[in-house]
C-alpha cells in the first residue's frame, strides 16, 4: 500500500517532524486572523 | 462530537503537516484526514491541538507529531507556535523543551500538586459530580483545552498530573513519548471505539 520507507534514522525522523511542526505553526500564526469554523 | 470546533485551517494545516511527513512513505493518522493504528510505524499527527483555543486567540494550542510503533511512542514532538516554545522527545534518549533537557516533578502528594484535566463532555450530573470529587484534594486544578500541552505541562514539571476521559490518540500520542521520557508515567486505555481514558504523570502521584 505504501512506497518503500527511506532510511532514516530515529533521530532524522524527529527531526522531519520538528521542521513539520514548526512549519505548521509559522502558517497558524500567519493564519490568525482568517480563522472559518466550519462544524461545531 | 462533543464540544469540538472545527475550523477549514485544521484540515489545511494537516494537508501540509502530511506533505512534509510524506517522504518518509511512512503511514499517517490524522485528525481531520484519518489513518490507522498498525503494528508496524505510523505518524499520528494533530495540526491544532486546542482548536477552540485558537479560535478565540488564546496561546494554549499547538501542533502535536508522534511516530508510534504500534502503542509504542518512538518520537514526541509539541510545538506551541504562540510562545516558540518546541518540546522534543525520543524514545530513550530523554525529553527537551527548545533543546534543553526537561524532566517531570518531584512533588509527591496530592495537597502540594496541580493537575490538569478537562471537563468531559455530554455527561450526566452523577458522573460530573464524580469528576468533580476526583478533583478535591489537588492543590491546584487547571484546565488548558489541550490534552498535548498538558502533557507537555507534567513533562515540564509545570503541572504534575494530566487525567482525562474522551481523547483521542492524535491528542496524547506525542505526550506518551514525553512524559516517558521525562521520568513520568504515562498510562492510556481504549474506552470506546477510537477514544481513551488517560493518566500522565510525574510517577510519584
Not at chain 2, 35 to 46: A, F, M, P, Q
Not at chain 2, 87 to 114: C, M, P, Q, R
Not at chain 2, 183 to 195: M, P, Q, S, V, Y
Request: charged share 25%; hydrophobic share 40%; proline share 1%.
Amino acid at each position: 500500500m505504501h512506497g518503500k520507507q527511506f532510511k532514516m534514522t530515529v533521530n532524522e525522523l524527529k527531526d522531519l517532524a520538528v521542521d513539520a511542526a514548526r512549519q505548521a505553526g509559522d502558517f497558524l500564526n500567519k493564519s490568525k486572523l482568517e480563522k472559518k469554523e466550519v462544524y461545531k | 462530537m462533543g464540544r469540538d470546533i472545527k475550523l477549514i485551517i485544521d484540515q489545511d494545516t494537516e494537508k501540509l503537516i502530511r506533505a512534509s511527513l510524506q517522504v518518509t512513505n511512512i503511514p499517517i493518522l490524522g485528525e481531520e484526514y484519518g489513518g490507522e493504528i498498525t503494528d508496524e510505524r505510523y505518524w499520528v499527527i494533530d495540526p491544532i491541538d486546542g482548536t477552540a483555543n485558537y479560535f478565540r486567540g488564546l496561546d494554549e494550542c499547538c501542533v502535536s507529531i508522534a511516530l508510534m510503533e504500534g502503542n509504542e511512542a518512538l518520537v514526541g514532538v509539541i510545538y506551541n507556535f504562540n510562545n516558540n516554545q518546541m518540546y522534543t522527545a525520543i524514545k530513550n534518549e530523554g525529553a527537551f523543551l527548545n533543546n534543553i533537557k526537561i524532566s517531570v516533578s518531584d512533588i509527591a502528594s496530592k495537597d502540594k500538586a496541580s493537575i490538569t484535566t478537562g471537563f468531559p463532555a455530554s455527561e450526566t450530573i452523577e458522573s460530573s459530580m464524580n469528576f468533580l470529587e476526583d478533583l478535591k484534594g489537588w492543590k491546584k486544578v487547571r484546565m488548558f483545552g489541550s490534552a498535548a500541552l498538558s502533557c507537555a505541562y507534567v513533562a515540564s514539571g509545570k503541572c504534575d498530573y494530566y487525567a482525562e476521559k474522551g481523547v483521542y490518540l492524535w491528542d496524547i500520542a506525542a505526550g506518551i513519548c514525553l512524559v516517558k521520557e521525562a521520568g513520568g508515567c504515562a498510562e492510556f486505555k481504549l474506552i470506546d471505539k477510537e477514544r481513551y481514558e488517560v493518566v500522565f504523570s510525574n510517577n510519584l502521584l
